[in-house]
C-alpha cells in the first residue's frame, strides 16, 4: 500500500464528508493504492454515525473510535500503529489541510528520501491571538531541538516514512513536537514544505490558550528525555547525590580535623561554627532531597505505560 492517511478528529461531524471525498479524488487521480484511518477522539456530535455511514461507501475507510476523549496525541499514536501504508500522512478532520498537498508530499518522502516532511502553514487563516504566541513556540522550539529549518512544528499535515511512525510515541500534548521526537529517535532527514492553510469551514478550534503551558512543558520532558536518555530524571538524581557527597566529605573532613587538633592539643575550634561546616549541611539536605525528587520521578515514570492508556470502543 503506498499511503495512509491518519486522520485524529473531535466532533467534526460537518466537514468528514467532503474530506473523505476529496482524499478519494485525489487518491484516484494519482492511482495511489491507499487507506485512510479516522481515529474518533471521543466525539458527542455524531461524527461516529457519519464515519459509519462513509465506511459503507468507501471500503478503504477504516475507523477506530475512543470511549472518550483523549487527545489530538493518543489518537495519532493508535492511526500510527495502525497504519500499513509505505508513507503516512497525517491531517486534520476540519478542512484547514488540503488532500491536494498528498502527491508532493509523497514524492518528497519516496523520491528525495526524507524521514519526515512537515507542512508550513506560511499563510494561515488563523486570528491574530493565535498566530502571534504560535511564533514564539515555534522558535523556541527550534532552538531547543536544534532542527533549525522547520517553520511550523505543529502543523498538522505532514508525511512520514512508515519507519518514522512505527519508532515514536506520542502522548500527552506531543503531537506538536513530532519532528523534535523523530529526530531523537534517529531520523535526521527532515524538510519541511509550504502548504495550504484555509479558516476552519465547520465548527471551532478544540484547543483554548491553555494549549502552549501544557505544550512547554512537554517540550521541556522530552528535552530531557532526549539528553538524559529514558530516565530523565536521573539527572536530578546524579545531582542530589553529588551534592550529598560533597558535602558529607566536606563534613568528615572538618570532624577529622577537629579530632586532630584535639590529639595534637592544639587550640580548641568548634566545627559547628565553621561556615564551612554550614555549607555541608545544606549541601547535604538537597543532595537528599534531590535525590527523593529523582527517586519519586523514576517512580512515576516507571508507571508510564500508562500514559497511553486510551480505552478502544470500537474498530471498523
Ligand atoms: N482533535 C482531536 N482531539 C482533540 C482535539 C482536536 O482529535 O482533543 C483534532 C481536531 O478534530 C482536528 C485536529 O485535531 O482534526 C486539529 O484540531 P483543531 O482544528 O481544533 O486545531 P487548530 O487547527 O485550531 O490548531
Ligand atoms: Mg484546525
Same mark, same amino acid.
Given at each position: 500500500?503506498?499511503?495512509?492517511?491518519?486522520?485524529?478528529?473531535?466532533?467534526?461531524?460537518?466537514?468528514?464528508?467532503?474530506?473523505?471525498?476529496?482524499?478519494?479524488?485525489?487518491?484516484?487521480?494519482?492511482?495511489?493504492?491507499?487507506?485512510?484511518?479516522?481515529?474518533?477522539?471521543?466525539?458527542?456530535?455524531?461524527?461516529?454515525?457519519?464515519?459509519?455511514?462513509?465506511?459503507?461507501?468507501?471500503?478503504?475507510?477504516?475507523?477506530?473510535?475512543?470511549?472518550?476523549?483523549?487527545?489530538?496525541?493518543?489518537?495519532?499514536? %493508535?492511526?500510527?500503529?495502525?497504519?500499513?501504508?509505505?508513507?503516512?500522512?497525517?491531517?486534520?478532520?476540519?478542512?484547514?489541510?488540503?488532500?491536494?498537498?498528498?502527491?508532493?508530499?509523497?514524492?518528497?518522502?519516496?523520491?528525495?528520501?526524507?524521514?519526515? %516532511?512537515?507542512?508550513?502553514?506560511?499563510?494561515?487563516?488563523?486570528?491574530?491571538?493565535?498566530?502571534?504566541?504560535?511564533?514564539? /513556540?515555534?522558535?523556541?522550539?527550534?532552538?531547543?531541538?536544534?532542527?533549525?529549518?522547520?517553520?511550523?512544528?505543529?502543523?498538522?499535515?505532514?508525511?512520514?516514512?512508515?519507519?518514522?511512525?512505527?519508532?515514536?510515541?506520542?502522548?500527552?500534548?506531543?503531537?506538536?513536537?513530532?519532528?523534535?521526537?523523530?529526530?531523537?529517535?534517529?531520523?535526521?532527514?527532515?524538510?519541511?514544505? %509550504?502548504?495550504?492553510?484555509?479558516?476552519?469551514?465547520?465548527?471551532?478550534?478544540?484547543?483554548?490558550?491553555?494549549?502552549?503551558?501544557?505544550?512547554?512543558?512537554?517540550?521541556?520532558?522530552?528535552?530531557?528525555?532526549?539528553?538524559?536518555?529514558?530516565?530523565?530524571?536521573?539527572?536530578?538524581?546524579?545531582?542530589?547525590?553529588?551534592?550529598?557527597?560533597?558535602?558529607?566529605?566536606?563534613?568528615?573532613?572538618?570532624?577529622?580535623?577537629?579530632?586532630?587538633?584535639?590529639?595534637?592539643?592544639?587550640?580548641?575550634?568548634?566545627?559547628?561554627?565553621?561556615?564551612?561546616?554550614?555549607?555541608?549541611?545544606?549541601?547535604?539536605?538537597?543532595?537528599?532531597?534531590? /535525590?527523593?525528587?529523582?527517586?519519586?520521578?523514576?517512580?512515576?515514570?516507571?508507571?508510564?505505560?500508562?500514559?497511553?492508556?486510551?480505552?478502544?470502543?470500537?474498530?471498523?
Amino acid at each position: 500500500m503506498d499511503i495512509s492517511v491518519v486522520i485524529p478528529l473531535y466532533n467534526e461531524v460537518d466537514s468528514l464528508p467532503e474530506l473523505t471525498a476529496w482524499i478519494r479524488q485525489v487518491m484516484d487521480d494519482h492511482r495511489f493504492s491507499y487507506e485512510i484511518i479516522l481515529v474518533d477522539d471521543g466525539s458527542t456530535d455524531g461524527s461516529w454515525m457519519a464515519i459509519e455511514g462513509l465506511k459503507a461507501m468507501n471500503p478503504k475507510i477504516t475507523a477506530v473510535k475512543f470511549r472518550r476523549n483523549y487527545g489530538k496525541s493518543a489518537a495519532l499514536n %493508535v492511526g500510527f500503529a495502525a497504519a500499513q501504508g509505505d508513507v503516512v500522512i497525517t491531517m486534520d478532520a476540519d478542512l484547514q489541510d488540503s488532500p491536494d498537498e498528498i502527491p508532493e508530499l509523497y514524492r518528497r518522502i519516496v523520491q528525495e528520501d526524507f524521514d519526515l %516532511v512537515s507542512g508550513w502553514k506560511r499563510q494561515r487563516h488563523d486570528p491574530p491571538s493565535k498566530t502571534i504566541p504560535t511564533k514564539l /513556540f515555534n522558535s523556541v522550539t527550534r532552538g531547543m531541538s536544534g532542527i533549525h529549518n522547520l517553520h511550523d512544528f505543529n502543523c498538522g499535515l505532514k508525511a512520514y516514512k512508515k519507519e518514522v511512525v512505527k519508532s515514536i510515541e506520542v502522548y500527552g500534548e506531543m503531537h506538536r513536537y513530532i519532528p523534535v521526537i523523530a529526530k531523537w529517535a534517529g531520523f535526521k532527514r527532515i524538510d519541511e514544505q %509550504v502548504v495550504q492553510h484555509y479558516p476552519r469551514k465547520y465548527g471551532k478550534t478544540k484547543f483554548g490558550p491553555g494549549r502552549f503551558m501544557k505544550g512547554f512543558l512537554d517540550l521541556l520532558s522530552i528535552f530531557f528525555v532526549g539528553k538524559f536518555g529514558k530516565r530523565p530524571m536521573h539527572f536530578f538524581g546524579t545531582m542530589g547525590v553529588l551534592s550529598f557527597l560533597a558535602g558529607f566529605i566536606i563534613a568528615i573532613w572538618l570532624i577529622v580535623e577537629k579530632l586532630v587538633s584535639i590529639a595534637n592539643q592544639s587550640p580548641y575550634r568548634n566545627v559547628t561554627e565553621q561556615p564551612l561546616f554550614f555549607f555541608a549541611l545544606i549541601a547535604i539536605v538537597i543532595g537528599t532531597q534531590l /535525590f527523593l525528587t529523582g527517586f519519586i520521578a523514576e517512580l512515576v515514570s516507571r508507571s508510564s505505560a500508562e500514559r497511553n492508556n486510551y480505552q478502544i470502543e470500537k474498530v471498523i
